[in-house]
Structure formats: C-alpha cells, structure tokens
C-alpha cells in the first residue's frame, strides 16, 4: 500500500528552494488541494515547470499571487498577468519554452535523456544561449532535460498501490512529470482499491509513486 497522507503533510515535505514540476493545462489536471497547502505552508524561492501558470486565484496562479516563485519555465504566461507583472519588475525569472519542446524536456529527464534536438525555435528568441547542432543539413537546437524535486501531481484515480489513470484532457503533463521527479506526490480524485484500474486503464504505474494525497477527515 502507498502511503497516504494529508496535503498539509505533503507541503511540509518541500522545502524552500525546491524545483516542482506541476501537472495541468490552464489549471485543468492540476493538484489543487497541494497547491492551497504549498501557500499556506510558506514555501518560498519555488521554481515551477508546468506548462503555465494558469490565472490569478487558480491553481499555480495562487502560488504566483502569494509570491512563493522565483522562477518559471513554461510554455506560456500569457493568461495570467500577475506572473507578467512580476517578471517585468524583475520579482520572478520566467523561461519560455515552446510547448512541444516543454513536454520533450520533462520526457527527456525522465527516461534518463541529456536532451533533445529541434529545430523548433530557430531564429526566435527560444535560441538565445542555446547550443546548435548541425545533423546531415539540418541546424537543431540542444534543449536541456528538465528534472525536479517534487513532482505534484493530480489523477482520476488511485489505487491503493499507487496506480493511476486521468481523465481527458488532464492527461497531459501529469505522466511525463511522474517520471522526471525524484518525489511524486499525487493528488487522485478518490483511491480505489486494488484491481478497480484494469491494466489497460493504468497511466502511471505505482513504482514512480512516492505519496498520494487523500481527503481530509471533516469532524463534526
């Protein structure tokens, strides 16, 4: 059985400074309850790798408007202007990736890639500092693997065991992120007992699993 333990628990084991990878699209497929804990904990100096950061007062938006993050990688922050406001008063490093690019990186950290080669970016500002490779004519870009702490994640479904599936579009970072952090924390909408997930339906399977976040008992 995986261990199963309160967001407030999770929070508590990251550290200021921590690089998290954080799943979802526009705050779909993202951990709620474990980002509400990360602001309520503190947890300062944060780097986020997610593919954005959401709107102001959802999902990494929150931990942007209580001033947690010093830096993000992302693929875009353009529906959230307090992440804006912050880079251009030089509160908060931001790192454009394109999309694609963003989910090979996570993917090359966690099949244990330096990197990957693309021609994406070429001639764009996403060039600058980067090393370029030429391969039979063709000029490609060295995008660097992305690795991180904690991966903080959100499912449909847990088992007991720690196997996961996600629902539709919340299948999108979540299991590249699972396999590119040191510590997974994940964050299903209900824990099922063993043998409820068919081996088809499995996603993430449970020895990339650390910890799942279960729901809190409500007393009175």
């Known amino acids: 059985m995986k261990s199963i333990i309160t967001p407030a628990a999770a929070a508590a084991l990251v550290p200021d400074g921590a690089v998290l990878m954080i799943g979802g699209f526009m705050g779909v497929g993202t951990p709620e309850r474990l980002i509400d804990a990360l602001v309520l904990a503190g947890r300062r100096n944060l780097t986020v790798i997610a593919n954005d950061t959401a709107r102001p007062g959802v999902g990494i938006g929150k931990l942007i408007d209580a001033g947690l993050v010093a830096k993000v990688i992302a693929s875009h922050i ?10 251009i008063a030089g509160a908060i490093a931001v790192e454009l990736v394109p999309q694609g690019s963003l989910a090979e990186r996570v993917r090359s950290g966690g099949y244990g890639l330096g990197g990957v080669l693309t021609p994406t970016g070429l001639g764009t500002p996403a060039e600058e ?10 000029t490609y870009l060295v995008e660097r693997a992305l690795k991180a702490d904690f991966a903080l994640i959100a499912a449909k479904h847990a088992d007991y065991d720690g196997n996961l599936d996600y629902a539709l579009t919340a299948r999108n970072f979540n299991p590249l992120m699972a396999m590119a952090a040191a510590t997974v924390i994940v964050e299903p909408q ?6 409820t997930l068919t081996p088809d339906m499995v996603v993430t399977p449970h020895v990339l699993v650390d910890h799942l976040v279960g729901k809190e008992k409500r007393h009175g």
Not at 78 to 87: A, I, S, V, Y
Not at 132 to 138: A, D, I, M, Q, Y
Not at 190 to 195: F, N, T
């Open 190 to 195: 209900e824990i099922v007992p063993v043998g």
């Open 129 to 138: 500092g980067k090393t370029k490779l030429e391969l039979e004519g063709v």
């Open 78 to 87: 353009g529906t959230n202007p307090e992440t804006q406001r912050q880079m």
